[in-house]
């Protein structure tokens, strides 16, 4: 138990660390000038304008630090502090988490993905319509009434549920109001829950796997972490594709947390172990190389092969996130997966485990610490 509780925690920290480690060189999509302009040690590189200037590249990362998470890191870290927080995994509270720091007024600044914004965006239009349909069940109710009502209600729906969720909003309306406006507040809560579809986009780009490692570590041993990380996916990336691509993720993440080895890179979908086929079975060849031909972009059918033809190839933590910094392109994306998968199999420090002055250069480092003791228990 103690080395799987070890690999549980390397698993966390190997992802964040590789996503950081990677932040300053992200979305450089000219392999050669990634290695002009950080030829030995490309890790925790401060973002700089210049370094993508004339050739095809996105600086994304202006306001960001050496040490700080890219938008993939903060995504992770949101499904973390939602386990953190609440003990185990429940969508209503991971994408409560997740609202309150990446939207409006939450604690975020920074780029927002296509996904992170559709999804903001649909869990608005979800409440958005909730509230009107809430006005239809009793015209008679006046006004003020009504919006106190939805106020309490909007407060605790989606951070509660079942005979809590009762309790908590009984509470809140006797506060002010009358008992008798309980069961139209019950009513309301109703509306809500049934309006609360996935949010998440049709997207199958890397964001959709960014948060399985915290998933994984806490829940590996529960018979169904697949649904689990399933419904988590959907959160963002609502798209059947994605989520076969997260199967894939999730197992692999799975056998390595059990055997502390790479398992094979198969895949039971089609689609995926046909993406996977065009990269490990290139042996021959570098993840560089690899990784042009099948595609620098965000998509998951690009993405996670580069990151299998890495984990064949690869001889130690600092030596695959290197490699995958030089590859180029979303490697920020590439790197949780990467990462974690070798954090979980080489540890922490060592000849081929997770540099401790690494960690240390995490800008959340402290946070991220306390959030993995209450997560690995």
């Known amino acids: 138990m103690t080395e799987l509780n070890d690999r549980r925690r ?35 590189h401060t973002p700089n304008a210049a370094d993508y200037a004339g050739v095809p590249a996105y600086f994304a990362h202006p306001t960001r630090v050496s040490g700080d998470q890219s938008q993939y890191g903060e995504q992770m870290l949101v499904m973390l502090r939602s386990l953190a927080e609440n003990g185990s995994y429940d969508r209503r509270a991971y994408q409560d988490t997740f609202r309150a720091h990446f939207g409006y007024g939450g604690p975020y600044v920074g780029y927002i993905d296509r996904p992170t914004r559709d999804t903001l965006d649909t869990i608005a239009r979800l ?41 908590e909003i009984t509470d809140a309306v006797v506060q002010t109001h009358d008992a008798k406006y309980i069961d139209y507040a019950m009513q309301i809560a109703a509306v809500f829950l049934k309006a609360q579809d996935y949010p998440g986009a049709d997207d199958v780009q890397l964001p959709a796997i960014s948060k399985l490692p915290p998933l994984i570590a806490r ?43 790479i398992p094979d890179m ?11 086929s065009r990269a490990t079975t290139r042996t021959g060849d570098t993840t560089g190389t690899v990784t042009a031909d099948i595609g620098l972009s965000c998509y998951l059918r690009f993405g996670v092969p580069s990151v299998a033809h890495n984990l064949m190839t690869a001889n130690s933590f600092v030596d695959a996130i290197r490699t995958n910094i030089y590859a180029g392109g ?48």
């Open 127 to 167: 409440e958005r319509d909730a509230v009107q349909a809430a006005r239809a069940i009793d015209p008679n109710i006046d006004d003020e009434t009504h919006n106190i009502m939805v106020t309490k209600v909007a407060a605790n729906v989606t951070r509660f549920s079942g005979d809590a969720l009762k309790q």
């Open 330 to 377: 979303d490697n920020c994306g590439r790197a949780i997966f990467l990462g974690a998968v070798l954090g979980a199999v080489h540890g922490i420090d060592g000849d081929k485990g997770i540099p401790q002055i690494w960690i240390d250069t995490l800008a959340q480092r402290d946070d991220i610490a306390a959030m993995i003791d209450k997560v690995v228990v």
């Open 10 to 44: 390397a698993m966390i920290w190997g992802a964040l660390v590789a996503d950081a480690a990677t932040m300053g060189l992200h979305w450089i999509y000219d392999q050669s000038r990634i290695r002009k302009v950080a030829p030995d040690t490309p890790e925790f």
């Open 266 to 276: 198969t895949a039971d979908d089609p689609e995926v172990a046909t993406a996977l």
């Open 219 to 261: 829940h590996h041993d529960a018979d169904d972490l697949g649904d689990m990380a399933a419904d988590a996916v959907r959160v963002t990336n609502n798209a059947d594709v994605a989520v076969n691509y997260a199967d894939f993720a999730t197992e692999t993440l799975l056998q390595t947390l059990h055997t502390g080895k």
